[in-house]
Structures are given as structure tokens and as C-alpha cells.
């Protein structure tokens, strides 16, 4: 009888472990999808800023919240601008392999 009890803490322990490393992972997942979502409408800011003939790096810069201010690139192609941005990580080593990129354009016609 106490084995069992002495196995089923282990197991508790390791159930609990498991479960936070999974929330862990989400919250990851979700940083992840943020980052997406404003790396897509800072990415839009460039396009328009481009067709009105205005700087695509100071629209970008302004279309982005403070925690990406050394965390994003910006490049453009034509009408197209493209902006790469690491997310915040858990583990900061992991921020540059977790990149999300967006690229919007827009036409004057």
C-alpha cells in the first residue's frame, strides 16, 4: 500500500510537470500568432506609406508596439514590403527561430 501512494506522487509530480510544460508551449504558440498579426498590418502600414511616396520604415516602425522595436526587419521590393519579426520568447535563444513574416503591397490605381 504505500508503494502505491509513492508511485502516484511521482506520477503527480510528472502529470503536473507535463501539463505546465504544455501551457508553456501554448503560450509560445500564442506570442507566436501575435506577433503575426501585428508584423501583418505594420507590413500594410509600409505598402501604403510606399504608394504615398512616404518613408516605409518610419510608417513600419510607427505601426509596431514598443516590445518589437529592436526586434523586427523590414524590406522592399517595388510595392511590396516585407517585415520579419521575432516574437517574444520563453527562452530568449529560441526568439530568432520562431520568425514570423508578412508582406503586404499596395497599388495607387
Known amino acids: 500500500m504505500k508503494g502505491e501512494r509513492g508511485q502516484a506522487s511521482i506520477e503527480a509530480v510528472a502529470g503536473v510537470a507535463v501539463l505546465l ?3 508553456l508551449v501554448c503560450l509560445q504558440v500564442l506570442a507566436m500568432g501575435y506577433a503575426l498579426t501585428v508584423a501583418d498590418g ?3 502600414a509600409g505598402a501604403v ?3 504615398r511616396g512616404r518613408p516605409v520604415g518610419a510608417a513600419v516602425r510607427e505601426a509596431l508596439p514598443g516590445w ?3 526586434r523586427y526587419t523590414v524590406t522592399r ?3 511590396t514590403v516585407r517585415v520579419s519579426l521575432r516574437p517574444l520568447a520563453l527562452v530568449s535563444d529560441l526568439s530568432g527561430g520562431l520568425a514570423v513574416s508578412s508582406s503586404a503591397s499596395a497599388s495607387s490605381k
Do not use: I, N, Y
Request: proline fraction near 0%; avoid cysteine.
Open 68 to 70: 518589437a522595436d529592436s
Open 42 to 44: 505594420a507590413a500594410e
Open 21 to 23: 510544460l504544455a501551457g
Open 49 to 51: 506609406a510606399a504608394v
Open 77 to 79: 521590393t517595388g510595392e
